[in-house]
């Protein structure tokens, strides 16, 4: 979390540089018609992003939801990106127009009680994912790293899903760019499994050309928790340069669980639908 609320600090003081500049260079500003007209476009284009983030993020997560439960099915959970649209348009637009509530104090201080709830959760997330994403950001892949650690996922009796592929894949391309580097391919044996997945990653990594002598199984974990301390106990060098793979939107949850672990090592997502 702390990238996000650096990242959130850095616009803070980043805002505050420009007003202060503006206010002490105000006089010569005022002078020359193009960048006032430049400033002013600016600010125009602030406030409207400003006043269009509420509606496009009810779309958003309205059509994400809908997509969600066509494809995953109609379970609780899927339903949340709906709920949450759902929710923020009743907050946004309903709310206000319903007269009993708006004209009486208890519905006053009870609506200013939810925005400020509501903004420090939106706060939140975006703190979050902030962080995420910066997490997933790399100006390089040659790191010298010692190990490579791609989670496994979910197999199909003894065959890797599109998912797990392209986890592998992402492993095998870092594994190209770190000379040095041992692949550890981690995952159990799950219900309806034939194999553990860490054999079946091992062998799809052979067949794309790995050589075996680069190969690491790691085959009783059942889950993430479980994947990162049993690879850690194949790894014969301590305060190893660690390289964790696993699917974009999974990676900053996973940096997480390796920090309690104390271990450290750096985050690399696969694309994924």
């Known amino acids: 979390m702390l990238c996000g609320i650096s990242f959130w600090g850095m616009l803070a003081c980043l805002v505050l540089l420009l007003f202060f500049t503006v206010s ?61 649209a759902v929710l923020l348009y009743g907050y946004l637009v309903v709310w206000p127009r319903i007269r009993d509530l708006a004209e009486h104090t208890f519905g006053t201080v009870l609506y ?21 994403l910066l997490n997933l950001f790399h100006l390089k892949k040659n790191r010298g790293a010692d190990y490579i650690v791609v989670l496994g996922s979910g197999i ?9 592929a392209a986890r592998i894949d992402k492993g095998i391309e870092l ?8 692949m550890i391919l981690s995952g159990g044996q799950g219900p309806g499994e034939d194999i553990p997945e860490g054999e079946a990653m091992a062998a799809y990594a052979v067949e794309k050309g790995v050589d075996k002598k680069r190969i690491r199984i790691e085959s009783k974990s059942v889950s993430t928790e479980e994947n990162l301390l049993f690879s850690r106990r194949v790894m014969e060098k301590e305060r190893s340069k660690v390289i964790l793979v696993t699917t974009a939107y999974h990676v900053f949850r996973a940096l997480l669980l390796a920090r309690r672990q104390g271990m450290k090592c750096v985050g690399y997502g696969a694309k994924t639908k």
């Open 24 to 84: 002490e260079y105000s006089a010569q500003l005022a002078s020359s018609g193009w960048i006032i007209g430049i400033l002013v476009a600016l600010f125009i284009a602030v406030v409207l992003c400003v006043l269009a983030l509420p509606g496009f993020m009810v779309l958003m997560f309205c059509v994400e939801g809908i997509k969600v439960i066509r494809r995953e099915g109609m379970k609780l959970s899927n339903l949340l990106s709906l709920l949450f």
């Open 112 to 132: 200013a009680i939810v925005s400020f709830a509501a903004a420090y959760m939106l706060i939140l997330m975006s703190m979050y994912t902030f962080s995420a």
């Open 156 to 164: 199909l009796g003894t065959r890797v899903t599109p998912l797990l």
């Open 175 to 182: 594994l190209t760019c770190n000379q040095d580097a041992v």
